[in-house]
């Protein structure tokens, strides 16, 4: 059976172009499906490398999206951090006759004050450089500007306890202006540590609030 069907593709030149003419209509078919199913394959594979491409750019900006929203959120802290420095300095009166009933105002003395003042204003000023946020930024600067302003007014009143001749004569010579400025001073620092107290407990709540 081998032998007729090797002489019949050989043998007849009709039934050899026939069997040769099929061969390479199959190893043709091969060839054609070959690329065709590379090029699927090929496609199949750029469509996934775009979609990884996309969901990773996608992540990277939520990162940093995130890290930048935690950079002005650990920028307010520090800035609060240094605010409350003063805070623990001053003495907040939750009325004026507890402020009359006591007279202090503050639990250190006033070079301690300034000098801690410079420092603290120092630090902050730069810390608000670099934040963003309008409404954050504003409540520190003005807890800031608010110790700043009540230092103003402490110092008017500041007496280092030196005795001498010319602060004698300056007790007796006071003018009523003076006197005014003496008795009204201590609760204007008052109620600048008051509204320094209230920004920083603002600003706290606000920071708070800012996503991590």
């Given at each position: ?20 003419s ?55 802290l ?25 007279g ?60 001498n ?48």
């Amino acid at each position: 059976m081998i032998l007729r069907v090797y002489k019949s593709c050989n043998g007849n030149n009709l039934a050899s172009t026939t069997c040769v003419s099929g061969w390479l209509y199959l190893s043709q078919k091969r060839m054609y499906r070959t690329p065709l199913a590379l090029l699927i394959l090929l496609f199949l594979c750029a469509v996934a490398h775009g979609q990884s491409l996309a969901r990773l750019e996608l992540s990277t900006l939520n990162f940093a999206s995130k890290s930048e929203s935690a950079k002005q959120q650990d920028a307010a802290l520090r800035a609060i951090a240094s605010l409350k420095r003063l805070h623990a300095n001053t003495i907040v009166y939750r009325s004026l006759g507890d402020f009359e009933e006591n007279g202090k105002l503050a639990r250190v003395s006033f070079d301690t004050f300034k000098s801690d003042l410079d420092e603290v204003s120092a630090e902050v000023e730069v810390i608000l450089v670099s934040m963003s946020n309008p409404q954050l930024k504003n409540q520190i600067r003005n807890a800031l500007a608010s110790y700043q302003d009540g230092a103003y007014w402490w110092q008017k009143v500041y007496q280092p306890r030196v005795i001498n001749v010319s602060s004698l004569t300056g007790e007796t010579n006071r003018t009523s202006a003076d006197a005014f400025l003496m008795t009204s001073a201590p609760y204007t620092v008052a109620i600048h540590w008051r509204q320094a107290s209230t920004y920083l407990q603002r600003a706290e709540r606000q920071v708070a609030t800012l996503p991590r």
